[in-house]
């Protein structure tokens, strides 16, 4: 389908025009028109599947129908990376519009930030704490809310949000139009959604139990110990030019950086407890080569969205079996092909047993 037949704004349609949008993608075809009539939606979909723009192009449109210089759309997403994503993603599509878009978050002065909020704002992209903070200093009213937008739910609510989310909406008039995205969706999240949304539009473009076929996907069973050398190992092989690696903790993204830079090769760690300017660098770095291993945790990884990334490795195996469909789902992108490569160690040899059963395959097992 192609996006001249939603019947977005000429402005609009300029804008997707000049960065080469032509053929919507799956949630986007699901997604836009039910939006546009106003409805609630509850839309799941793996990452890399173009929901930023299913949800953000029929907003644009809507908003343009209302005048008022006050926020009258917000969208709350988990980490500073998403937002600044989001927030690009919005102005590369209201290029032609006179909507105003800003994204605020934690882990930075907030005087730019409120600065910029004076001189009005349409849509507001931001990071639960920093959004709670800025509303007890009477900064920012949401009284005039129209569309809320949860995207990453799962996430945003599985790592502790949910408190923030619910004082958040007490602040938001009752009377709006919910959008709930994420790329999973576990019996907790639903359940929470459930309570938010009226009516929703259910919508699923990839069940979330599906990796791409495009993945190689095995596992190493290996101790906790030797797991540093294994890593190692792999990284001998030059093929492995730029691998993202997943840890459960900033602590230990923090360590196993500090054990591969004693050993010569180029990595750093992107998570909650870096600052904003060192996040950015990392992604950077990360995207242009200059690194060749980034280690993420898992709610900082989102808003890594890297072209061809070829390779992932699980240096832990996830706790929750749906958080590995979506670490993964950063590889294989688009029809490329993809490696993702899970280390297992005793106690984690359940995890994976979750996930096995879970994805509907053993993985392709190998020892070290």
Do not use: W
């Amino acid at each position: 389908m192609n996006f001249t037949q939603f019947n977005l704004s000429p402005s609009i349609q300029k804008a997707l025009e000049d960065v080469g949008y032509e053929t919507a993608t799956e949630i986007q075809i699901k997604a836009i028109p039910q939006i546009l009539k106003g409805k609630d939606v509850m839309g799941c979909a793996q990452t890399g599947t173009g929901k930023t723009a299913a949800f953000a192009l029929p907003i644009l449109q809507l908003l343009q129908e209302n005048k008022k210089p006050v926020i009258k759309s917000l969208v709350l997403t988990p980490t500073r990376e998403l937002a600044l994503q989001i927030e690009e993603n919005f102005k590369m599509y209201s290029k032609y519009l006179n909507t105003k878009c800003l994204a605020i978050y934690g882990g930075v002065p907030q005087g730019k930030q409120v600065e910029a909020l004076r001189k009005s704002v349409d849509v507001l992209i931001a990071t639960p704490g920093r959004l709670l903070d800025l509303i007890q200093q009477k900064i920012i009213r949401l009284s005039s809310v129209e569309i809320l937008v949860l995207d990453e739910a799962d996430h945003m609510l599985d790592m502790g949000f949910i408190n923030d989310v619910k004082k958040i909406l007490s602040f938001i008039p009752a009377k709006r139009q919910t959008l709930f995205f994420s790329a999973t969706m576990p019996k907790a999240i639903r359940k929470f959604a459930q309570t938010i949304l009226y009516q929703p539009a259910e919508i699923s473009v990839t069940p979330v139990s599906s990796t791409a076929q495009t993945v190689q996907q095995s596992v190493y069973f290996v101790e906790k110990k030797e797991k540093p050398e294994l890593l190692l190992h792999l990284l001998k092989d030059n093929s492995l030019e730029r691998t993202l690696v997943f840890t459960r903790t900033k602590h230990g993204a923090d360590k196993l950086v500090k054990f591969l830079s004693k050993t010569g090769v180029n990595a750093a760690a992107i998570h909650g407890n870096k600052s904003q300017n060192a996040r950015q660098r990392a992604l950077e770095d990360f995207k242009k080569s200059r690194i060749r291993v980034l280690v993420a945790t898992d709610i900082a990884s989102r808003g890594i969205d890297i072209d061809e990334l070829p390779h992932v490795v699980n240096y832990e195996l996830p706790n929750v079996p749906e958080t590995y469909v979506h670490r993964i789902g950063r590889t294989g992108r688009a029809g490329n092909e993809g490696v993702a490569i899970s280390f297992c160690d005793t106690e984690q040899k359940e995890d994976l047993k979750n996930i096995q059963k879970l994805i509907g395959f053993q993985m392709l097992e190998k020892t070290f």
